[in-house]
T-cell receptor
C-alpha cells in the first residue's frame, strides 16, 4: 500500500505564481487534511475535508484553496504565491473524524522567492 | 502561551536510557495523539489515546485527563529513536482541528 502520496516533493516559485499540491490516499479514508509546518511552530491546519464533497477552513486558510476531487484525492492550490507561504506542507488522512490514527504524506517543501 | 506545550524542547540521551517526553494542554480534550517525525521529514502516528495508558514495543504513552498532561516514554532507547516527537490535542466538540505542540527533538547517541 502506498498510503498517502503527495506531489511534488520540492517546488520553487516566484512571488505571484500559482501551483497545486496534489494528495492521494489509497486507504478508503473519509477525512483528509492539509497542514503547513514552519520552524518553531506546530503543524497548522490549512483546510480539511471531513468527507467527499465537503471542505472546511482550518486555522490558516488565507491564500489557499482546496478541492476534494473524489474520495481519494484532495488538492491544495496557491493562486498567487507569497514568500509567507514558504513552508513544508503535509497532507494527511484518517478513516473518519474522531476515529483512528492519522496517516501523513512525506511532505512537500515549497519555497517562494 | 500555546494551548499545547511540550517539554523538553531538546533532549539528548545515551543508548539504553529511559526517556520521558511531556505534553501539557490547557483545553478540554477528547483525544491526544503522539507523532514521530524522522529527520527525513516523514510523520508517523504512534498513539491516539483518551485515557489511561497504551504500549507498543518500547514506547509507552500515558494520559491524565484531570491534570491535562500526557507523557511519552521510551524504554531502552536506541539511536534509531532519534526523531522529533509531537503531541497533538483534539479539543472536545471539535472533530478535526488538532492543536499541535512544537515538538521535542530527541537525539540518542550510541
Amino acid at each position: 500500500n502506498a498510503g498517502v502520496t503527495q506531489t511534488p516533493k520540492f517546488q520553487v516559485l516566484k512571488t505571484g505564481q500559482s501551483m497545486t499540491l496534489q494528495c492521494a490516499q489509497d486507504m478508503n479514508h473519509n477525512s483528509m487534511y492539509w497542514y503547513r509546518q514552519d520552524p518553531g511552530m506546530g503543524l497548522r491546519l490549512i483546510y480539511y475535508s471531513a468527507s467527499e464533497g465537503t471542505t472546511d477552513k482550518g486555522e490558516v486558510p488565507n491564500g489557499y484553496n482546496v478541492s476534494r476531487l473524489n474520495k481519494r484525492e484532495f488538492s491544495l492550490r496557491l493562486e498567487s504565491a507569497a514568500p509567507s507561504q514558504t513552508s513544508v506542507y503535509f497532507c494527511a488522512s484518517r478513516l473518519a473524524t474522531y476515529t483512528g490514527e492519522l496517516f501523513f504524506g512525506e511532505g512537500s517543501r515549497l519555497t517562494v522567492l | 502561551k500555546n494551548e499545547v506545550e511540550q517539554s523538553p524542547q531538546n533532549l539528548t540521551a545515551q543508548e539504553g536510557e529511559f526517556i520521558t517526553i511531556n505534553c501539557s494542554y490547557s483545553v478540554g480534550i477528547s483525544a491526544l495523539h503522539w507523532l514521530q517525525q524522522h529527520p527525513g521529514g516523514g510523520i508517523v502516528s504512534l498513539f491516539m489515546l483518551s485515557s489511561g495508558k497504551k504500549k507498543h514495543g518500547r514506547l509507552i504513552a500515558t494520559i491524565n485527563i484531570q491534570e491535562k498532561h500526557s507523557s511519552l516514554h521510551i524504554t531502552a532507547s536506541h539511536p534509531r529513536d532519534s526523531a522529533v516527537y509531537i503531541c497533538a490535542a483534539l479539543p472536545v466538540g471539535n472533530t478535526d482541528k488538532l492543536i499541535f505542540g512544537t515538538g521535542t527533538r530527541l537525539q540518542v547517541f550510541p
